[in-house]
């Protein structure tokens, strides 16, 4: 059974994102053997007539990532995507592993060992955490980083 995958994206909020940035991405993960639960798509049976469509794609977004197997999170921009930081802080709470991708050169820390903002970390391990963060594409099949390994981990 594949693993899922949960991609925190702020993609889903631009025409020409969605079709030019989220589908590489989404092809790269599947291509690892995960199920990507990617929130834009999962979410689009949400009546946004109703006064509530919020509150019900925040919640399903919520059952998303206390469900998936593990979280990949677009984290560019300086700061990041509110979203997509919400949805990383539940699975960091929630134990889930966590992989962080950003290909944005900007830098967005005050500290000279992280790229981001420390508490993005957290939930990677303390030794070999460059292992679990991605500026490229490319590089989400290589079999020395953790998306791979884990990909294929029973």
Known sequence: MAKTIYLANPYGFSDQQKLLLLPPLVAALEELGLEVWEPFARNNQVDFSSPEWAYQVGQADYRDV????????????????????????????????????????????DSGMYPLNLMLFTGLPLEGWQDYYF????????????????????
Do not use: H, N, Q
């Open 135 to 154: 500026t490229r594409i490319e590089d989400l099949a290589s079999p020395s980083k953790a998306l791979a390994r884990w990909a294929k981990s029973p």
């Open 66 to 109: 206390v469900a998936c197997d593990g979280i990949f999170a677009v984290v560019d921009g300086v700061p990041p995507d509110e979203g997509v930081m919400v949805e990383l802080g539940m699975a960091i709470a929630l134990g889930k592993t966590t992989f962080l991708y950003r290909d944005d050169f900007r830098a967005a820390t």
